[in-house]
């Protein structure tokens, strides 16, 4: 078969890998309709290039993991964190979108694996230029306007029970060596905002704990959805605990009087969840929620949500959600109490 | 920064593509999280990579396409079919599956493209074997067992209006040349069966007219869920289809007295749709389903789904699907009437 002259030597604009360092990793992607749109689609398009990213820095196969007892031995989303700048939001990717996407792995003991990704729009003359991997620090302290950054620590866990999903163990694979991979400093672990989570139900975080309350607690029930919510191997999907959380703020959204085009027009500047546990899948959920806005800012709202499992009365998840709405303002549709 | 020596020269087990001529591409894949468990899931990944094999056959950037006025014009997707064999089956796929993906492109006139897409598992042993690209036929008449065949045809549309999504126009793009496609055998087209459907609101299909009805014809409202169902573009998205269709026939199911454990574990063999038009994303969709099943082998089951946008009260896509099931017997739990 020959060439056809028009085409170029290389297939076209695909996804383009590049390491960078022993634990880092340079993507440059075409944003396509799969990884658009609904928030889950993003989270689970970046949780894939986690798992890759952590197969390539640790030198073992994480979509074939096994422990030492020859289970599988999945490297589940313990805390999934995604943040974006003014000049840079989820809500903002479309088709075609051209990002650079830098992702770091970092040691988070024997058990578990922390990774970050920060994301960059781009233009076609940027693809080529020299990089040096971002520092991690900038993550945490010194957000770029123009970049959304998504930190995921992950927990090596496999089925305690044969046919269940409740009560997994962590269980990291054979192979897995933490200390190839460089370390994160103390301070920016996530570890001490989970461990408030699991314990308090609720992310601490001072600057919100001044805020006014947006309406009284409010509670939906939600029947787990097997034909979008159970992934391939049978758990709850970690990325289907975004689009549960979103159909729950929906309904307090509109019960607050605001329309679904604004929902989707929202900026949505932290999103973050802590995964408890998983559930099986003829169960239902109860979320419940409590939200606060800034009283010098109304259109900054933030949304604290309990993810509970009513078949086990457990709760498997702690979610916050911070974004600015234009129709946010106590003295427009949605007044405090 | 030095290189861990641990660490292979290239980056672990992505996917890599390889052009076999100039409409043919193949991948070598690691099945991930985001594209198994749901049918959503693995049509939303497989559609991406009928826009990235279209580019490079074409050689224009689909994901930015534009029409001769300016306006962003979308490789919508048209008609899009599953096909499994009895070896290899949709609901098989789990996360490591090492997979061959073949690709042809076909000229299917100057607004439209025909894509297959050839799914085959793979040991890692086999990944640098020297391939032909399969026969096109094979899709048709000669389906290997051990195989999914996607197909799609897709139409160039874009906006009527700026602000709906109702009355969408064909719009080929500046720089798509469809003669530089190799061509797709008349007799292999699904042009006939799309324009049936469009007119009879069902998928022609003489092996299954002398099966018989299982239950009555059953109707299933469906609010259209923003959270999930609207991709980057603001337009419902080809791939929620598969889910919104699914959540309907699980409505059936379970009006059967069917278990959702066997609406998970039902083998499906062949899953279509045909878009017939878009709708805004405040609309309620009406699912009308009628099932039939094989008086020689009562598991063997299909049901015919009409989908209609309640607000402009129009017939948006017609979609069918062939499954078996093992709790799908008359004599069972689910008595025909």
Redesign the interface.
């Known amino acids: ?4 002259t ?3 030597p290389q ?5 383009q ?9 340079r993507r440059l992607v ?12 993003f989270a ?2 970046v ?2 290039w986690t ?2 990213s952590v ?3 640790c ?1 073992i ?1 994480v ?2 993991a096994r422990d030492d007892r020859g289970r ?1 031995t ?1 490297l589940s989303f313990y805390y999934y964190r995604i943040t974006s700048g003014d000049s840079f939001h989820l809500k903002q ?4 979108d051209r990002l650079e996407v830098q992702t770091q792995v970092f040691d988070a003991g024997r058990r578990a694996v922390l990774t970050m990704h920060r994301l960059r729009r781009i233009t076609g003359s940027e693809d080529d230029h020299v990089i040096t ?1 971002f520092e991690v620090s900038e993550a945490y302290t010194r957000h770029r306007e123009d970049c959304i950054y998504v930190e995921n620590l992950n927990m090596w866990v496999s089925r305690g029970g044969t046919h269940t999903n409740v009560g997994l163990v962590r269980s990291p694979p054979i192979g897995f060596d933490n200390t ?1 991979l460089p370390t994160l400093p103390d301070e920016y672990s996530p570890r001490f905002l989970c461990s408030q989570a699991r314990t308090q139900h609720v992310f601490p975080d001072p600057v919100t704990d001044s805020w006014s309350a947006r309406g009284s607690h409010f509670v939906v029930e939600y029947p787990v ?9 049978g758990l709850l ?3 289907s605990f975004f ?1 549960i959380a ?2 729950a703020q ?1 309904e307090q959204w509109r019960a607050l009087g605001r329309s ?1 085009q604004a ?2 027009d929202r900026v949505i500047r932290d999103t973050r969840i802590c995964y408890l546990g998983n559930a099986d ?2 169960t239902t959920l109860r979320l419940r929620l409590h939200s606060v806005y800034n009283p010098q800012d109304p259109a900054e709202e933030k949304t604290n949500i309990v993810i509970d499992d009513l078949s086990t009365d457990r709760t498997i998840a702690v979610a916050a959600s911070r974004h600015r709405s234009h129709e946010a303002t106590p003295t427009a549709a949605s007044p405090p109490p």
Chains 1, 2 share one sequence.
């Open positions: 078969m020959t060439m056809n028009r085409i170029a297939p076209f604009n695909f996804t890998v590049h390491r960078m360092g022993p634990a880092a990793l075409t944003v396509g309709p799969g990884m658009c749109g609904p928030t889950k689609a689970s398009c949780g894939d798992w890759e197969s390539d820095a030198g196969d979509f074939n599988p999945y990717l479309t088709f075609g991997p190839v959805n097997i034909t979008l919510d159970v992934n391939g191997a999907y970690f990325a689009s979103e159909h929906l679904d929902f989707l899948i003829d």
